[in-house]
């Protein structure tokens, strides 16, 4: 597993696209004995709602019926993720509360039947888990989850550390365009100026300023001036200025 380690993870570091990096992991996954792969990230940037992203090879219906109806904010395995660092290694009895057996009823009518996930917490507050899945008999699965439990953990870490220029450019390829005058205030905001003090610098008057900033928040969907100049920061939009 070594072997299929540092294969998987020098493939992961050159994929040249986010889809080559997540075939990496895929393969991996089948390879481990799990047909399905879903690795999901919460930016969780201080911003409501934060950005998501996320990528499955799971069933299409079963994704689309997943997400029509939010079940991430009742499914027991991301909850354990959301709040746990340790792996969760599940079957039907993780799912015997009401809403979670009803999502278990339904991923069983994909062959989605157990699996694992690894908790993913990064540094800047990002959330989520990178998870493998099967159709396969609970036996079957609860050994291949103890044979790969710890080289999954390592792959789980590589994936997260390969996919931050991934998610540089998918935050670039969904970023809003700022006028040059929102862009300079969110600047300023950065170097922790007022709207007074950057009237004063832009010489404009402070309903201008704010009018700029307002704009920026809207364009960002940020609740505050701060929400929207950290956002900006986080997509390359603007750059901090020594």
């Known amino acids: 597993m070594n072997e299929e380690f540092a294969r998987v993870a020098w493939g992961l570091s050159h994929a040249p696209n986010i889809q080559a990096w997540f075939d990496n992991l895929s393969s991996l996954g089948k390879e481990c004995g799990f047909e399905y792969t879903k690795?999901?990230?919460?930016f969780r940037?201080?911003?409501r709602n934060g950005d998501i992203f996320q990528r499955d090879?799971?069933?299409?219906?079963?994704?689309?019926?997943?997400?029509?109806?939010?079940y991430l904010q009742i499914d027991p395995v991301y909850q354990h993720c959301l709040a746990r660092t340790s792996p969760k290694i599940w079957f039907a009895d993780e799912f015997m509360a009401a809403d979670g057996?009803?999502?278990?009823?339904?991923?069983?009518?994909?062959?989605?039947?157990?699996?694992?996930?690894?908790?993913?917490?990064?540094?800047?507050?990002e959330v989520g888990m990178l998870s493998f899945a099967s159709a396969g008999a609970a036996d079957v699965v609860s050994a291949a989850c103890k044979s790969h439990l710890a080289a999954?953990?390592?792959?789980?870490?590589a994936a997260f550390e390969t996919f931050v220029?991934?998610?540089?450019?998918?935050?670039?390829?969904?970023?809003?365009?700022?006028?040059?005058?929102?862009s300079e205030c969110l600047k300023w905001i950065a170097r922790g100026k007022s709207s007074w003090e950057i009237s004063r610098i832009l010489d404009c008057s402070i309903h201008t300023v704010n009018f700029h900033v307002?704009?920026?928040?809207?364009k960002l969907n940020a609740t505050s001036r701060s929400a929207a100049m950290m956002k900006a920061l986080s997509m390359g939009l603007i750059q901090m200025q020594c």
Do not use: C
Not at 39 to 42: D, G, H, M, S
Not at 103 to 114: F, L, T
């Open 39 to 42: 690795f999901f990230l919460n």
């Open 45 to 47: 940037d201080g911003l």
């Open 57 to 70: 090879n799971y069933p299409r219906a079963w994704s689309r019926l997943y997400e029509e109806n939010h």
């Open 101 to 125: 057996r009803g999502i278990y009823e339904q991923a069983m009518r994909y062959g989605v039947k157990a699996g694992v996930a690894f908790p993913i917490h990064g540094p800047a507050g």
């Open 152 to 157: 999954l953990a390592l792959v789980r870490d």
């Open 165 to 182: 220029p991934h998610r540089d450019s998918q935050l670039r390829s969904g970023a809003p365009r700022l006028t040059p005058r929102e």
């Open 214 to 218: 307002q704009n920026a928040k809207m």
